[in-house]
């Protein structure tokens, strides 16, 4: 028995100790429909975010459409690419533009601010992430609503701003390396950002199913040590 509660201390230590894939998951959602999650994936030095607008409400107009997800990071990060992915597409209001895989790169900034598809005052041409040209509206990227991110709701393509605008559908993955040094606690004070005036929307963070297991199951080998050590 003893080596059993052995074993399964040094699995828990090792679960988290940053060996294995870690975790850290914000929401967003408001009563007139908006929603987004930004779900953050450490593996080694490879960071993913997958920033999702998971909206049914309907685009009326730009600010429901999702732009930029900001943060502040103690670290510096290097961004390789943003991918549209599985479940995504880039629409116009004559339908579906690229498919998923698609590298959006060359529409999507990242700085120590975060990551947008639109300026915001705080992006510039030179952070732009980097990939395949791609159409957009007039303007150098990150300009304006252009591969911001929508989410099923219908989209009024009637409405000026909206009309001539390529939109994500869904979602967007983004990839960066870091530090060795680097975990998930790195990164705060999260914000969602809708449309093209700069004012974030504070995240929520999301407890991590993985992580409460963990936690449950330390509590309950220290329960069973302390069982065995009264008997």
């Not at 870690?22 to 967003?28: H, I, L, P």
């Not at 993913?48 to 670290?75: E, G, Q, R």
């Not at 999507?108 to 915001?120: E, M, P, Q, R």
């Not at 606690?185 to 409460?212: M, W």
Request: aromatic letters at 10%.
């Amino acid at each position: 028995m003893r080596k059993t509660l052995i074993g399964m201390m040094i699995f828990l230590g090792m679960a988290t100790s940053g060996w294995a894939t870690t975790y850290s998951d914000y929401a967003y959602s408001d009563a007139s429909g908006r929603a987004a999650t930004a779900d953050f994936t450490l593996d080694g030095t490879s960071l993913t975010l997958l920033l999702t607008n998971t909206s049914t409400s309907a685009v009326p107009d730009p600010t429901y459409i999702l732009t930029a997800l900001l943060f502040d990071t103690s670290s510096s990060l290097t961004a390789l690419s943003a991918i549209v992915p599985s479940g995504s597409t880039v629409i116009t209001k004559n339908g579906t533009l690229y498919p998923a895989g698609t590298n959006v790169g060359s529409q999507w900034a990242y700085n120590s601010n975060g990551v947008s598809s639109a300026g915001l005052g705080i992006f510039g041409p030179h952070d732009i992430i980097g990939g395949p040209g791609l159409i957009s509206a007039p303007g150098n990227p990150p300009a304006g609503l252009p591969y911001g991110i929508v989410g099923t709701g219908t989209i009024n393509f009637n409405n000026g701003d909206l009309g001539n605008a390529q939109l994500i559908q869904n979602a967007v993955q983004f990839t960066f390396t870091t530090g060795n040094a680097f975990t998930l606690a790195d990164i705060s004070n999260v914000e969602f950002q809708y449309g093209t005036s700069l004012g974030g929307y504070p995240a929520n963070p999301v407890p991590e199913p993985c992580t409460l297991l963990l936690l449950g199951g330390g509590f309950g080998v220290a329960a069973l040590v302390r069982r065995r050590a009264g008997r």
